[in-house]
């Protein structure tokens, strides 16, 4: 019998491969043995030994389950997290959006209205350098007027009657101020 024909051998009796390729070691298949010559061989590994194995092999496989149903727990939890993150991420994103809408739209009304008051601002310093100018011409004017009525009074005054000098200075006072 060959090596492969001992491990079917073996599995056939519930032994893993693993197991049957351990217990297997000990023999030199260049001989060729037979199948009780395998079964001596492998008389020490069956039984006991085999189960305390076979319970080892066991208590290890639901060690590897219990790990991995917690990194699947631990995947499905944090997978969730980052759901619930990325839908804070993009709540919180549509809200500054719309703030940002919002802030644009005042700063074009509030640029407007800059523009607005820079161009009244712009006319009114042209309309109080045009009256400034028309105020300094009227006073020109008036300061004329009060010359060519002083020149008139003092005129009239040389005269010799009384009575219309009295009422020419009570105008003239009058219309200096």
């Given at each position: 019998?060959?090596?492969?024909?001992?491990?079917?051998?073996?599995?056939?009796?519930?032994?893993?491969?693993?197991?049957?390729?351990?217990?297997?070691?000990?023999?030199?298949?260049?001989?060729?043995?037979?199948?009780?010559?395998?079964?001596?061989?492998?008389?020490?590994?069956?039984?006991?030994?085999?189960?305390?194995?076979?319970?080892?092999?066991?208590?290890?496989?639901?060690?590897?389950?219990?790990?991995?149903?917690?990194?699947?727990?631990?995947?499905?939890?944090?997978?969730?997290?980052?759901?619930?993150?990325?839908?804070?991420?993009?709540?919180?994103?549509?809200?500054?959006?719309?703030?940002?809408?919002?802030?644009?739209?005042?700063?074009?009304?509030?640029?407007?209205?800059?523009?607005t008051i820079y161009s009244q601002n712009k006319n009114l310093t042209e309309v109080n350098e045009q009256?400034?100018?028309?105020?300094?011409?009227?006073?020109?004017?008036?300061?004329?007027?009060?010359?060519?009525?002083?020149?008139?009074?003092?005129?009239?005054?040389?005269?010799?009657?009384?009575?219309?000098?009295?009422?020419?200075?009570?105008?003239?006072?009058?219309?200096?101020?």
């Amino acid at each position: 019998m060959n090596k492969s024909q001992a491990i079917k051998l073996l599995e056939s009796e519930a032994w893993t491969k693993a197991d049957a390729m351990r217990a297997l070691e000990v023999i030199d298949f260049s001989t060729n043995p037979d199948e009780i010559t395998i079964r001596r061989a492998i008389s020490p590994f069956a039984g006991s030994e085999l189960i305390k194995r076979q319970r080892l092999q066991a208590a290890q496989k639901r060690m590897v389950t219990m790990k991995t149903r917690e990194i699947e727990s631990k995947e499905q939890e944090y997978a969730a997290k980052i759901d619930q993150f990325n839908k804070y991420l993009k709540q919180e994103r549509e809200k500054y959006e719309v703030e940002i809408q919002t802030l644009s739209q005042t700063n074009k009304i509030s640029e407007v209205e800059i523009n607005t008051i820079y161009s009244q601002n712009k006319n009114l310093t042209e309309v109080n350098e045009q009256l400034q100018k028309d105020n300094k011409a009227m006073k020109n004017l008036v300061d004329q007027i009060r010359l060519q009525l002083a020149m008139n009074t003092k005129k009239i005054l040389q005269h010799e009657d009384s009575e219309i000098r009295k009422a020419v200075i009570t105008f003239f006072k009058w219309t200096l101020g």
